[in-house]
């Protein structure tokens, strides 16, 4: 499986961004999906995730009420919502899949990951 995030670039405090997963899998209405971000001098931090069904979505505490995971299946895509934006959600965001996941906050947990994009939010 292959993935492709695109989305990211500059907004101010407030604004939103809508990110992008591209797959390339046929069989990807059956992989569990997440994003995941990391910000200059941090590890790698869980942000959303939504099972393979679409029916389950967990998020983050520190994103929670502001960004929305969602997916499309039929196109082999799986979106971030991002409202609200605070400088501190500057990072490079990546999406990852796993096989059947039901939607996982576990990095560690998906075999595929896509290249990121970068979201910088100014203040």
């Known amino acids: 499986v292959q993935l492709q995030a695109f989305g990211g670039g500059l907004v101010q405090a407030g604004g939103s961004l809508r990110l992008s997963c591209a797959a390339s899998a046929r069989t990807f209405y059956r992989y569990g999906t997440g994003w995941f971000r990391q910000a200059p001098g941090k590890e790698r931090e869980f942000v959303a995730a939504i099972s393979w069904t679409g029916a389950s979505t967990v998020y983050a505490d520190s994103v929670k009420g502001r960004f929305t995971i969602s997916r499309d299946n039929a196109k082999k895509m799986v979106y971030l919502q991002m409202n609200g934006l605070k400088p501190e959600d500057t990072a490079v965001y990546y999406c990852?899949?796993?096989?059947?996941?039901?939607?996982?906050?576990?990095?560690?947990?998906?075999?595929?990951w896509g290249q990121g994009t970068l979201v910088t939010v100014s203040s």
């Open positions: 990852a899949a796993d096989w059947a996941d039901v939607g996982s906050s576990v990095g560690s947990e998906y075999d595929y």
